[in-house]
């Protein structure tokens, strides 16, 4: 009479198919995830420049509410602070060549964009 279950050996097949599945899935997860990040943290970026661009031309003033993010959350320009997915706070500064204000993207994006799909597996 023939017990019922699974041999040993089916079980630790199971267990290798899984892994390999595993391993072929997660890279590629991984980088999706990183790549809609980036896009995210993007996307934040333009919506600040937007809501200062927008500011500037009701009041024709860089200064308050124009100044910070901060400012333009309370007068209604961006309905929410931005968070970028990074971590990293999202900063107003000075265009160098032109005047005016522009959100950092330096902070943001440093080596943007990236060269491969390696690229964005490493770290921010």
Excluded at 19 to 27: D, M, N, T, Y
Excluded at 82 to 102: D, H, M, N, R, S
């Amino acid at each position: 009479m023939k017990k019922k279950g699974f041999t040993l050996v089916e079980m630790l097949v199971v267990l290798v198919v899984i892994g390999a599945l595993i391993g072929i899935v997660l890279p590629n997860t991984l980088a999706a995830i990183r790549a809609a990040s980036n896009k995210e943290c993007a996307s934040n970026l333009r919506n600040i420049d937007t809501a200062l661009q927008v500011c500037y031309s009701e009041n024709r003033t860089w200064a308050a509410p124009c100044d910070n993010i901060g400012n333009l959350v309370n007068a209604g320009y961006l309905e929410r602070a931005p968070v970028c997915p990074f971590g990293t706070a999202y900063q107003i500064q000075p265009k160098p060549v032109t005047g005016g204000l522009e959100s950092d993207k330096l902070a943001h994006f440093a080596a943007w964009p990236p060269r491969s799909n390696a690229d964005l597996l490493v770290g921010h």
